[in-house]
């Protein structure tokens, strides 16, 4: 009789890869934009830190939502956007959250680019632990994990 062994692996995310398209942009004159991870990159990047529930920093870096929308057209500063994710889970951001709260739209969480596993590989998450008052689920519900398009309303 032959017994085999097999060794448990904690197998790591497979980073998406960052020449294909991540999000798709449309906005509300019917012109569409696609950005791959690498484009993102190039733009002015933000961050953002929140404590996780174990009370652990964690640092979001990517790209602000206002400053994307504005580098498109100067006419989104006060449209809601309509976002879907990769499990076609989707929500309105109001167009007063976009500017007050600025949510951003990461890609790197702790220097490591997100998996599609790991809530990627973009996430639009907003400032939780800069504004008291987000903690609420509508603001919860709000923060979008394998953000995949945003359509300007």
């Known amino acids: 009789m032959t017994f085999f062994c097999l060794t448990a692996v904690k197998a790591e995310p497979v980073p998406y890869p960052q020449d294909r398209t991540a999000l798709r942009l449309y906005l509300a ?86 998996s599609i596993r790991d809530l990627g590989p973009l996430y639009l998450i907003y400032p939780l632990d800069d504004y008291p008052e987000l903690h609420q689920q509508v603001f919860y519900n709000r923060s979008v994990w394998q953000l995949s398009e945003i359509h300007v309303e």
């Not at 990159?41 to 920093?57: H, I, M, N």
Request: aromatic letters at 10%.
């Open 29 to 114: 004159d019917g012109r569409q934009q696609s950005f791959t991870l690498h484009q993102l990159q190039r733009f002015p990047q933000s961050t953002v830190r929140l404590r996780d529930a174990s009370g652990k920093e964690q640092l979001w870096m990517g790209v602000s939502l206002p400053w994307l929308l504005q580098s498109m057209d100067e006419e989104t500063h006060d449209r809601p956007v309509y976002t879907r994710s990769l499990n076609h889970y989707s929500v309105v951001i109001p167009a007063a959250d976009i500017q007050r709260y600025q949510p951003l739209i990461a890609y790197q969480r702790d220097g490591q680019f997100l």
